[in-house]
């Protein structure tokens, strides 16, 4: 039987090293991996060339907000031009975060994220779902782990959108989780000492003087660290799965290490902005323009989070994907409280973790695959569907040619965002091809896909992990 495509001469790079082998693809799976199966290509209906070049699994992104009200607006990337960016990106997979508003459970977030998705999602995405309602909530998460949705989220801040959770209620998810199979996912930041630090540099005097820097100024590293050593002590006591998301701080780093040591079942995932840039972005003009949340911090804890990463401590580089345009982010008007959160970043996630991770020395290739592809499969519940070149899982292909370096630019890009974190920037690794189950949705480093083409992935957690 031949292949409907056929990757020849290409270096496939996996968590556990490179090799030459040709990938041969039927339908929406991966059919074969080997050498010697180009001598097979006239039986294959398409043929391509990766000589001199890598080829990837799909990166899985397992944090992004599309259409998400939030900060008074609505990120401005949705399921067509967030996934359209991501395919660029080589992302063939999305998981996004259904939140509840009002008075919804956890399924009717869900169904509202699916009717969000639907018909526009050019990738495949999958979605975790937030706690938001301590009283109703926790009783639900057996529910929606039965459909596939086996990771929750609870903010430790953001009272004022009416998501934060407190103490108990991490508590008492972390032991539901447990036993109904899935995991919770938390983000950590200690509110009522943001609160006050909030409030203590909240005046007319210190916004004149220190504009957008007092978002960096109002979080302390300890604001972090202080809250993911409290959700560490949750998941140790209740035994339950935890996985702390965008950390950015080498404290943080230190505590997941420990606790993992201590045999804590935590697991960690920083951002690509956490490990590129810094926070003397919020001194320039549109420093503003950078605010995200948690904020970017040291050149330290740059070096601390690539660290955790070849160490084990940090397993997984997403990007927290919540893009504002210049016009939502003006909205600050010179009160740094007021900044609509986040920044895009499906785009250039592969192209920023190959530039400063592998070219950069700081990750080797195999390490890159497992932080963007493996480890994000295997802990999110979609491996070994996803994550893998191996056969029988889903044709997600991404090839780069490590020679090409793209300028970034706004302009070009195919996310709504009028700015972009890493403009003026030479990347390398943006995907020259990407395949989403077999479909090649890029080509020359354009967008070739289609709306709908994308399909929602049911997951399942592994035991043992
Ligand atoms: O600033 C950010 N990251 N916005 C998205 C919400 C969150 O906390 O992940
Ligand atoms: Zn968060
Ligand atoms: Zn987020």
Not at 125 to 149: E, M, N, S, W
Not at 177 to 196: F, I, N, P, Q, Y
Not at 346 to 364: F, I, K, M, Q, S
Not at 432 to 442: A, D, H, L, N, P
Request: with cysteine.
């Amino acid at each position: 039987m031949g292949f409907d495509t056929l990757i020849v001469g290409g270096t496939v790079v996996s968590s556990s090293g490179l090799r030459r082998a040709d990938v041969g693809v039927r339908g929406e799976r991966i059919a074969a991996v080997g050498t010697g199966l180009e001598r097979r290509a006239g039986s294959a209906a398409r043929v391509i060339d990766a000589s001199g070049k890598y080829v990837l699994p799909g990166v899985i992104d397992v944090h992004v907000h599309l259409d998400m009200p939030f900060c008074g607006t609505v990120s401005s990337d949705d399921y067509d031009s967030g996934t359209r960016a991501a395919a660029r990106g080589g992302v063939t997979t999305v998981i996004d975060f259904a939140i509840p508003s009002g008075r919804e459970s956890l399924n009717d977030a869900l169904d509202a994220w699916s009717a969000k998705a639907a018909g526009k999602a050019c990738i495949d995405y999958a979605f975790h779902v937030c706690l938001t309602d301590p009283r109703r909530h926790p009783a639900q998460i057996p529910g929606v782990v039965k459909r596939g949705v086996p990771t929750v989220k609870a903010f430790m801040i953001y009272a004022s959108q009416g998501w934060e959770s407190d103490d108990g209620t991490l508590y008492e998810a972390l032991q539901i989780t447990r036993r109904a199979g899935g995991m919770l996912l938390v983000h950590a930041e200690s509110a009522r000492v943001l609160d006050r630090l909030i409030e203590q540099f909240h005046t007319p005097a210190m916004m004149r003087r220190y504009g957008a820097r007092l978002h960096a100024m109002s979080r302390p590293n300890f604001v972090e660290a202080e809250a993911v050593a409290r959700a560490i002590r949750w998941a140790e006591v209740t035994g339950g799965r935890l996985y702390i998301v965008h950390m950015s701080t080498g404290e943080g780093a230190d505590l997941v290490r420990d606790a993992r040591r201590r045999g804590v079942r935590v697991a960690a995932e920083t951002c690509a902005q956490y490990l590129v840039l810094d926070d003397s972005v919020f001194s320039q003009p549109d420093g503003h323009l950078y605010a995200t949340c948690p904020q970017l911090k040291k050149p330290a804890d740059q070096r601390r989070l690539w660290q955790g990463l070849r160490g084990g401590e940090i397993s997984v580089v997403s990007t927290d994907t919540c893009t504002f345009t210049r016009r939502q982010k003006a909205a600050w008007k010179g009160d740094w409280t007021k900044i609509p959160m986040g920044m895009p970043g499906l785009e250039t996630l592969l192209p920023a973790v190959y530039t400063y991770g592998v070219r950069g020395r700081r990750l080797t290739l195999p390490q890159m695959v497992a932080c963007l592809c493996e480890n994000p499969a295997r802990i999110m519940g979609l491996y070994p569907r996803k994550g893998v070149i191996a056969r029988g899982a889903d044709a997600d292909l991404v090839i780069i040619d490590p020679r090409r370096t793209t300028l970034v630019d706004w302009r070009k890009m195919e996310t709504n965002a009028d700015w972009n974190p890493f403009q003026g920037r030479r990347l390398a690794g943006f995907a020259e091809k990407t395949f989403c189950r077999g479909r090649m949705i890029v080509d020359g480093g354009r967008f070739v896909g289609e709306n709908g083409w994308g399909r929602f992935v049911p997951r399942r957690l592994a035991k043992n992990l």
